[in-house]
């Protein structure tokens, strides 16, 4: 069963313009990851936050996390064309497994 | 730099047949993951090594699934039979041991059974 679910589902914009794609979740967390996924690849690590974190910065991406809200957003500023992809969030709920449950993901497209 | 390997890329069956995927972790990633993802959807966990033992396969449907991880590095994916329902891309990857939450991802088995 997946746990996350992205929201929009699609999103559509123009290059330069700013991405934002959020996240809900139902379980506590230890960590929630995004990842993006072109189309017909396997999925590339983007950005960790951990349980603590409220905020995070790794060059045009911006992850937040509000745990008394289950939910996460990833915004992507500045998106160029090569950003177009879908973005996935997974949580870590903990436990020494490391097992991450995905959602559905947003499909982003960024128009030149 | 170190990528997860799997083949094949593409592979199209007949249900009932049988149909094997093979992946290769980084190495020394002690942790592997196989999951499926079902067109418009993120990929869902069908089993979790460490090392050559299985630690999660609740979400494998046993009856027509194996896994193994025989020596604890590459690691085969099989179905026998394939049913129509199982059309889907087959992902790989991997973890390196210790604290590192981050998963390494192969480029997927994309299977099409008809």
């Known amino acids: 069963s997946q746990q996350g679910e992205e929201d929009p589902q699609a999103l559509s914009i123009q290059e330069g313009e700013n991405a934002t794609m959020n996240c809900s979740y139902k379980t506590s967390i230890n960590n929630l990851q995004w990842y993006r996924q072109n189309s017909g690849r396997g999925l590339v690590h983007l950005i960790l936050?951990?349980?603590?974190?409220r905020e995070k910065h790794s060059g045009r991406l911006r992850v937040t996390l509000d745990t008394s809200k289950k939910s996460s957003s990833l915004l992507i500023t500045a998106s160029r064309a090569a950003d177009t992809a879908s973005y996935f969030c997974?949580?870590?709920?903990?436990?020494?497994?490391?097992?991450?449950?995905f959602g559905k993901g947003t499909l982003l497209t960024v128009n030149p | 730099e170190a990528e997860v390997a799997q083949s094949p890329r593409y592979k199209i069956t007949e249900k009932s047949q049988a149909v094997a995927f093979w992946c290769d972790p980084i190495?020394?990633?002690?942790?592997l993951y196989w999951y499926r993802q079902i067109l418009g959807q993120g990929p869902e966990l069908l089993v979790q090594?460490?090392?050559?033992?299985?630690?999660?396969d609740s979400q494998l449907p046993k009856d027509r699934f194996s896994a193994e991880r025989l020596k604890g590095v590459d690691s085969t994916l099989k179905i026998q039979p394939a049913e129509l329902g199982d059309s889907a891309m087959y992902l790989c990857?991997?973890?390196?041991?210790?604290?590192?939450?981050?998963?390494?991802f192969g480029p997927g088995t994309r299977l099409t059974v008809t």
């Open positions: 090594f460490q090392d050559e033992s299985v630690v999660d």
């Open positions: 190495s020394g990633h002690a942790t």
């Open positions: 936050i951990r349980s603590n974190e």
């Open positions: 990857a991997s973890r390196k041991q210790g604290t590192s939450y981050e998963q390494y």
């Open positions: 997974a949580t870590d709920a903990g436990g020494s497994n490391y097992k991450l449950t």
